[in-house]
């Protein structure tokens, strides 16, 4: 599962998740977090929610006997996990519509110390894992600069109904809704950061009306690892991704990068 990659020779397995807000009236919107300075991967930058896959994780997704991958079981737990602890919102459930309280009281118990796994028991819960959808694998290239290396799972899912996200005042300091392309724009005009990964995401998602549309999108493409790579373009330095992810921009000038 692990990779000999950073400082310390281990790459560590992650998730994060695109929800998906539609709109009647314009593009889908999308829940984007911005991140506290004080944190140590992409601090200030504005991220989707998710993180790094633990063992617990791991555990759960070694029980449930989801018929998929333990890897990828995990690591679609580790997003939900995750969009509770930092948005407060519970996505990748079954049944009825998961109600404020009890989301509060899955966020406390995670914050708490408690497993997803205790808290789905003790609340009666059960997880749908297919209300996740692949969308792209993204692990940093070998020469980037990062303080931390992660192999991080991208997914979609629809936005609960009935739910309000909330700050959780410790990893990140805001959220707000936003189509990708409105979010592009706004850290072009200096409101906001976003690093290379999820720029390229974004200008993805951007083309893209609803979230049907996505996941149409996202069943026509392979979803391989993207490994950037340096490359002399015009003669400039870019770093570089393969062009048939259906990404709509494939390099970026190095000088314009925003690093983790």
Known sequence: MTKKMDGDGVSRPAATVVIVRDRADGAPELLMMERAATMAFAAGALVFPGGAVDEADRALAARAGTGLPLDEAAARIAAIRETIEEAGLAIGFAGAVVDAATVLRLRDGLHGGRTLGELLE???????????????????????????????????????????????????????????????????????????????????????????????????????????????????????????????????????????
């Open 122 to 260: 003790r609340h009666g819960l059960e997880l749908a894992l297919d209300a996740l959808v692949p969308f792209a694998r993204w692990h940093p290239a070998p020469f980037e600069q990062v303080r931390r290396v992660y192999d991080t799972r991208f997914y979609l899912a629809r936005a609960p109904q009935g739910q309000v996200a909330s700050v959780d005042t410790t990893e990140n300091v805001q959220l707000f809704w936003s189509s990708a392309a409105a979010t592009i724009a706004r850290c072009d005009a200096g409101e906001g950061q976003i690093i290379f990964p999820t720029r390229r995401n974004l200008e993805r998602i951007a083309r893209h009306a609803s979230h049907e549309e996505l996941v149409a999108h996202a069943a026509a493409f392979p979803v391989e690892t993207v490994r950037p790579w340096r490359e002399e373009r015009d003669g400039e330095p870019h770093l570089c991704i393969p062009d048939h992810l259906g990404y709509p921009v494939t390099s970026e000038p190095m000088r314009r990068l925003r690093r983790a």
